[in-house]
């Protein structure tokens, strides 16, 4: 009898689990695939604000002839305003430097060239910046506010390193929310329309197997117009047949009932 009830389907067991389980990994494994572009994108469009200073700084330094005349406070606000260390414009084989009054000298440099932007490239550099370790410094490459001029940056990764943490927490909140949303929205769908159908032939045929005698327990085909309907009317017919088989054997005189042992046999192909 513990065997038995062990074999009777729940709501939350078998198919549903597995349902679920698939749902929510679908979703997460199409999340990953749209977080990785878009963690990317993030980091450019943060790059691109930084050299757009840069270029700010390029044209101030394009302005005046002697680099050295630039009041400190100027310098301070562009390298500020940039969070950069450093600021170099090359133009014409010419290169012109604004730095902080104190420099740091950087132990590790990586470079992000702005001037790529495919989608591979800029997604390697993101990863590279999400899992490299601190302490690095990051120089920005990208093109100037004329033809053949270059524009570069030197701050640290850090800033931008805490930044993109931050935005791939809230991507990864936002991700929990939609799975699981998305999840019940479409185990509550998909129950309706196959999971319960299959609990009740399965609940039914349990049932019968328990009482084959019992007429009350005959499926009674729904309305569907699908293949759901075709199995209830042949689970239908078939428990009516053995029914109705097991009523007429009632009636048969003891030496003409086939015993067990014919019966068995009889099985056998």
């Not at 390697?124 to 120089?139: K, N, S, V």
């Amino acid at each position: 009898m513990t065997a038995e009830r062990s074999l009777k389907p729940r709501r939350f067991s078998g198919l549903s689990i597995k349902l679920i389980a698939t749902i929510i990994v679908v979703i997460l494994a199409v999340e990953v695939i749209v977080y990785l572009p878009s963690l990317a994108n993030f980091r450019a469009s943060w790059l691109d604000d930084r050299l757009r200073v840069g270029v700010v700084a390029a044209r101030v330094l394009d302005a005046v002839p002697d680099v050295m005349a630039l009041p400190r406070g100027l310098t301070d606000r562009l390298l500020t305003s940039a969070g950069a260390n450093a600021i170099v414009y090359r133009r014409e084989g010419q290169s012109q430097l604004i730095e902080l009054a104190n420099p740091v000298t950087p132990d590790v440099v990586t470079t992000a060239d702005m001037r790529q932007r495919d989608i591979m490239t800029l997604t390697m550099g993101a990863l590279d910046t999400l899992f490299a370790g601190l302490g690095r410094t990051l120089r920005i490459v990208g093109e100037g506010n004329l033809d053949e001029s270059r524009v570069e940056l030197l701050m640290p990764e850090r800033p931008l390193r805490q930044d993109m943490l931050e935005y791939s927490r809230n991507i990864v909140l936002v991700s929990l929310v939609i799975a699981a949303l998305t999840a019940v929205t479409l185990y509550l769908l998909v129950s309706r329309l196959f999971i319960d159908p299959v609990l009740r032939l399965t609940q039914n045929m349990l049932a019968y197997r328990q009482a084959p005698e019992n007429a009350s327990l005959i499926i009674v085909p729904s309305n569907r117009r699908d293949e759901i309907r075709v199995v209830e009317r042949e689970l239908a017919a078939m428990e009516s047949d053995i029914f109705s088989m097991l009523r007429q054997r009632r009636h048969w005189p003891i030496w003409a009932r086939p015993s067990p042992r014919s019966t068995t046999i009889c099985a056998i192909p």
